[in-house]
């Protein structure tokens, strides 16, 4: 099929920048807990105020979020296949708004715990939706930048809420008192509502429509969020009464995905076995855990490893590990673009993963070795994690593009929640597990070296991975 050469501003370009802005408000609401958490225990106030073991407990309220946003990663992509990308990523946005912003209104720890749960739960649709959406309207020979220039949102929401929350509470301080953690909910979830009135609107299809489903994608969407809500507070407070560490908790968590994984296969196993039996797509989904695992060990607990090396304040410790996210926002469609131009050679995508992987991991290394041997010059600390980030971020971008070419188009929705179901096993353990080997050492330095292990592993899983070339054409 020919391809038209296009000029100008483009339909599929304005549906990139309102999922670009989907991301910022998303990625924001759920980078809050982090910061928040490290906050609470610097200044001893709220429920972290007695805790024995804060770095563990707050990492275990960070688990807890990831486990509900796994939890509907494949219902997400599965009724996203059914009912329509934009539909499922529109209610995920509102969803994401009025749960944040009920999380303001709280003050207690089961009622902070319920409602992060719940605001997983609704933020782990939009990943298989969104970038099925960008597979959906982008044209094949800009798939990797598509999917990279969307993404881009991520590190804008990631790096504004590690920089910006500390600030809106100290902010908040003088009316709010030791509620001030408060503040940052209440502020963001009243934004991310307001944006979800203006991409609803802007992705809203041109010309004859049908349904938008809104309504029964909803009731479906609930009938597995309110399941796997109970089910994950039953596992809580179960562990709990029994006196179980927080580790241990994390680990049964990340049972649930696989009860899920095993359901999957019993229900609907001959429709979607396509996605659950591909030995490149089992791989990628595996070796992604790993890169959960690194993106929310620096983006939960980044700024207290930081401040714990550095001896800085909190706010100074933040910026600076604000430099690893930022770095996103060139890496993302920058290893979008690199992909696309490798595109049509065998195994071309897999080959550069494999490279950015291999120079991520010995980055990660040179990172843990600086700031244990007592580097603490924040200009260093800074260059290392621009760079880093740069790479973590790019490979990322062409995992993505990677996965929607060897995914069935008509699963692809399916595929890509498949692939953030397995690999949100890494954001689950990474939070609570890095905190708990923090507080018994006393440093974040085994932290830091078990996080370029992971890493290592992954490299060497893609390099089982094997593709044709690229022979896509347009799709519209």
């Known amino acids: 099929m020919s391809v038209q050469k296009e000029k100008g501003w483009q339909r599929y370009h304005t549906i990139w920048l309102m999922l670009f802005i989907g ?8 980078t809050l807990t982090g910061p928040v958490v490290t906050w609470m225990i610097t200044n001893k106030v709220g429920f972290l105020e007695a805790a024995s073991n804060p770095h563990a407990l707050g990492g275990l309220l960070g688990s807890l979020f990831f486990a509900g946003y796994m939890l509907t990663q494949f219902p997400g992509g599965y009724f996203g296949d059914k009912y329509g990308y934009r539909t499922i990523v529109v209610i995920s946005i509102f969803w994401a708004g ?4 009920l999380t303001g209104l709280t003050g207690g720890l089961i009622a902070f ?13 939009l990943y298989s939706n969104d970038r099925s959406l960008v597979a959906q309207v982008t044209p094949p020979n800009k798939l990797g ?5 969307v993404m881009g949102g991520l590190t804008v929401g990631l790096s504004a809420a590690l920089v910006g929350t500390v600030y809106i509470i100290e902010w908040a301080q003088p ?14 979830g009243t934004v991310t509502i307001i944006t979800g009135f203006f991409i609803r609107q802007a992705l809203k299809p041109r010309g004859k429509i ?6 029964k994608a909803l009731l479906s969407l609930l009938k597995y969020a309110f399941v796997f809500l109970a089910a994950i507070m039953a596992v809580y407070f179960i562990t709990n009464a029994l006196h179980l560490n927080d580790v241990i908790i994390a680990v049964i968590l990340t049972c649930l995905a696989f009860v899920l994984i095993a359901f999957i296969f019993i229900k609907k196993g001959n429709e979607v076995s396509p996605i659950l039996r591909n030995k490149n797509l089992v791989l990628i989904y595996i070796s992604y855990i790993a890169v959960l695992w690194h993106l929310w060990f620096y983006g939960f607990w980044g700024g207290a490893v930081i401040k714990d090396f550095g001896g800085g304040t909190l706010a100074s410790a933040l910026l600076v590990i604000s430099f690893n996210a930022i770095a996103g926002v060139i890496g993302f469609p920058l290893g979008g673009k690199i992909s696309d131009m490798v595109a049509h050679k065998t195994n071309g995508r897999r080959n550069v993963l ?3 992987e291999a120079i991520l991991t010995v980055f990660i290394f040179v990172f843990a070795a600086y700031v244990m041997s007592g580097g603490k ?11 880093s980030g740069l790479i973590f971020f790019a490979l990322q971008a062409v995992a993505h593009a990677l996965t929607s070419e060897i995914a069935p188009v008509h699963l692809r929705g399916a595929a890509f929640g498949m692939l953030n179901l397995v690999s949100e096993i890494g954001a689950v353990l990474s939070p609570v597990i890095s905190g708990a080997i923090r507080d018994s050492t006393g440093s974040w330095g085994t932290p830091l070296i078990l996080d370029g292990v992971l890493m290592g592993i992954s490299c060497i899983l893609i390099m089982g991975v094997s593709t044709k070339i690229n022979k896509a054409t347009s799709v519209f």
């Open 377 to 387: 010059d924040m200009v260093v600390q800074s260059i290392i994690l621009f760079i």
């Open 354 to 356: 494999i490279a950015m």
């Open 113 to 125: 715990i319920a409602l992060r749960v719940f605001t997983g739960l609704g933020e782990g649709v």
């Open 145 to 149: 930048l598509g999917m990279g220039v």
């Open 210 to 215: 049908g349904s938008e489903n809104f309504g």
């Open 98 to 101: 009025i749960t944040t912003l």
């Open 175 to 188: 009316f709010m008192g030791v509620n001030a953690w408060k503040a940052p909910f209440l502020i963001l």
């Open 23 to 30: 991301w910022v408000v998303s990625y924001a609401d759920r």
